[in-house]
């Protein structure tokens, strides 16, 4: 089939490559022109473990292009809306500036009868409204959310573990049997596959990463207490995890969850129960947002604590930039916050991050980025663990305590072994253990 992606952000760039990756034309548009030149070189403008493969493997086949005019996706059957919708500067809600510009900007272009499908995370009622607009156009709507986890997200997208399909009005089951189309190769695989109302859709998708945001802030406010009590988070979690009404994934505690998604994405479903009367519902979303925040602070304050005196001037390793690992997205991230409010306190911060470096410079410059893993160890009297790389993780701890001038470490994400680092000497702090 042939295709557009309108949007070639993180969401929108996967969704194009893995799309062309399943034997469709596709073309993306986006209004930054360096960025479609970027991914018409075969290079992505994030770093996603596989996309560059897909992206240059689309691009060679011809299957695959990239575009600033919306003409060029006059031809497509179906027209995928992958815009960011982030947190309006003015309040919790989102910003759908994006999405209502690129709706307005396709309609003049699109082929009558064509298909449009929102990815976009949106607060539900949205698909109602934007179907007000594009069916007077002469095309259809429907809104299939995204369910991508970053390091992850090609292998989401080809092989999800679910489809969604909101659809409405005369032609829904249409609207299905295009999707379906589009998705044929992987619904051969059995692919489960649920065809709701577009409030439904919308809502899948918060409700979703509210429910996970709900779990991580759950364990973390159980390290709270953990903290007050001697008791060990980590072994409590894999206690409860065994219960299969529970679980065990989403339950590690550390300084929290952070990224584009979870954070305004709660915030936003906050704000749109209160303008639909009934915030009451979700009120406990602004304690799991709380919950979150909290753990930053009390990595930032385990820091200072372990100095005998003031944090002005000691050196402190933060390990970390990226929200989390296999990805640079540094938006909310967690360590980056970390990392930010230790310099405000003097200390000197000397970070590494071995994929989010450069977007971290570019948006804190203030911040000392080291080359490398041992220049940031090098002469720190404190090492903050925040982002769980794998080369954190395997770090030997008698080799970095030879690099160290202070041997103390805290494990923002309880991936370290404390036995291990405490018999190498040194003092260690986990979250909640």
Not at 21 to 50: C, F, N, Q, R, W
Not at 158 to 168: E, K, S, T
Not at 377 to 404: C, R
């Amino acid at each position: 089939m042939q295709l557009s992606v309108i949007g070639c952000g993180y969401l929108g760039a996967v969704h194009a490559a893995a799309m062309a990756s399943l034997g469709h034309t596709v073309v993306g548009i986006d209004v930054d022109a360096a960025k479609v030149a970027t991914l018409s070189s075969g290079k992505a403008p994030i770093y996603e473990p596989g996309l560059n493969e897909i992206l240059q493997a689309g691009l060679d086949s011809g299957n695959l292009s990239f575009s600033t005019d919306y003409a060029d996706a006059a031809s497509a059957e179906v027209h995928f809306i992958g815009v960011g919708t982030p947190q309006r500067k003015d309040g919790a809600g989102a910003d759908l500036t994006y999405v209502d510009a690129a709706i307005g900007d396709l309609l003049p272009h699109a082929t009558a009868g064509s298909l449009v499908v929102g990815k976009s995370t949106v607060p539900v009622g949205t698909a109602e409204r934007l179907a007000g607009v594009v069916r007077p156009a002469g095309l259809r709507l429907a809104w299939n959310p995204e369910f991508l986890r970053e390091g992850f997200a090609v292998q989401d997208t080809v092989a999800p573990d679910r489809l969604v399909y909101g659809v409405g009005g005369d032609a829904a089951d249409d609207d299905v049997a295009t999707l379906d189309a589009v998705y044929a190769s992987i619904l051969e695989r059995d692919t489960p596959r649920l065809v709701t109302d577009y409030a439904t859709a919308e809502l899948v998708k918060v409700a979703a990463n509210s429910f996970l945001a709900t779990k991580i802030s759950f364990i973390n406010a159980m390290a709270e207490i953990a903290e007050v009590t001697g008791a060990d988070v980590t072994q409590l979690a894999d206690a409860i995890g065994h219960d299969v009404r529970i679980g065990r994934k989403f339950l590690n505690a550390g300084v929290g969850f952070g990224g584009g998604c979870l954070p305004k994405d709660i915030r936003a479903f906050t704000a749109r129960a209160e303008e639909l009367g009934r915030g009451e519902s979700v009120a406990f979303l602004k304690q799991v947002d709380e919950i979150n925040l909290r753990r930053r602070q009390r990595l930032v304050d385990l820091v200072v604590d372990s100095f005998d005196g003031p944090v002005f001037g000691r050196r402190v390793a933060v390990l970390g930039l990226a929200f989390k690992p296999d990805s640079d997205d540094i938006r909310d991230s967690p360590a980056l916050d970390v990392a930010v409010r230790l310099k405000g306190l003097g200390a000197e911060v000397v970070s590494y991050d071995p994929q989010a470096m450069e977007t971290a410079r570019r948006a804190h410059p203030q911040l000392t980025y080291a080359d490398s893993l041992e220049e940031a160890l090098t002469d720190a009297e404190a090492v903050a663990v925040v982002t769980e790389w794998k080369q954190f993780k395997e770090l030997d701890p008698a080799a970095t305590a030879e690099l160290v001038a202070r041997p103390v470490v805290f494990d923002g994400r309880n991936v370290l072994d404390p036995a291990a680092w405490r018999q190498a000497g040194w003092t260690y702090t986990g979250m909640g253990r």
